[in-house]
């Protein structure tokens, strides 16, 4: 979880960096969007509400495979297939520009310390790879778990995202069983 963190962050600052900051508004968004549904099956989780929870993680994994593996996708294509003249950083890894400014400049060219560039879009297209890579992960996490509940019949107790954090409820569980 905190490698996703890491390399959102590093995303929004080299976006930033590389005048990319269209591909950081939307990555921020498309990550918000996600969060809304899941964090309402949490809490309706926690209260008891099954229906509601079931129905909030349904909309949670649609949007999650709409937005995160669909969408997401595509806005890393565009990174990549950017034409030059509008973003010349995606041409080089490193070189010399005379018209940046003589000691630490960022300018469209990436980050530039005495006049000689190095490109920030392609450390951002990695990340960006990085990220989508986590996010087919988690996604097959989400889907092993909506099996776990058809087998169970929708009872997600014993589920293991709340294990750790309640395990005086699951272990009064174990009891009743």
Sequence with gaps: MMAHHI????????????YFWFFGCVILLLHDVVDIPLYVA???????WNVTANVSFFLFALSFLLLRLIYFPFIAYLS??????MYPSITFLMRYVPDVHPIVDISSYGLCVAKHCVSTAWVQNLLLIGLLSLHVFWYALVIKMIINQFKKGGDVEGDPRYMDKHPEHHAEHEKHE
């Design 7 to 18: 390399i959102t962050v590093l995303l929004l600052c080299f976006s930033l960096l590389s």
């Design 42 to 48: 949490k809490a309706a989780h926690a209260l008891k």
């Design 80 to 85: 990549f297939t950017q034409p030059p003249h």
